[in-house]
């Protein structure tokens, strides 16, 4: 059974730095492997802040309003998916969450990150985030 599980969340202080990490298990990489961090706070809807895929080699990227301050990484022998933030601000504070999915035709894994749902069916428990002065 694929199971994602999040940890490295907590308080920090504003302009503080925190790494996320999600252990990936039972996940078969492939060419269409799908694999993100999403955050969500109350009252807003869910964000896609990173997303790793794979196309001629694992490709990452971060989401433009987050891409000078956080960075996703994946160590695929390590079935581990990372999140480094930093210069966090108290925006940042929310539940983050790794995903994990397969793009299929008519549904890709940028489209699926923009819209933060998609083929990133495979979601783990979450972590929290919480950014103070």
């Known amino acids: 059974q694929i199971e994602l599980v999040e940890s490295g969340g907590g308080s920090v202080q504003t302009g503080g730095s925190v790494r996320l990490s999600c252990a990936i298990s039972?996940?078969?990489?492939?060419?269409?492997?799908?694999m993100g961090w999403f955050r969500r706070t109350p009252g807003k809807e869910r964000e896609g802040v990173g997303l790793?895929?794979?196309?001629?080699?694992?490709?990452?990227s971060s989401a433009d309003s987050v891409k000078a301050r956080f960075t996703i990484s994946l160590d695929q022998a390590k079935s581990t998916l990372y999140l480094q933030m930093n210069s966090l601000k108290a925006d940042d504070s929310a539940m983050y969450y790794c995903?994990?999915?397969?793009?299929?035709?008519?549904?890709?894994?940028?489209?699926?990150?923009?819209?933060?749902?998609?083929?990133?069916?495979?979601w783990g428990q979450g972590t929290q985030v919480t950014v103070s002065s």
């Open positions: 995903a994990a999915g397969y793009s299929s035709v008519g549904s890709t894994c940028t489209d699926s990150f923009r819209r933060a749902g998609g083929v990133f069916r495979l």
């Open positions: 039972q996940y078969p990489y492939t060419s269409r492997s799908c």
């Open positions: 790793a895929y794979f196309a001629d080699g694992a490709i990452t």
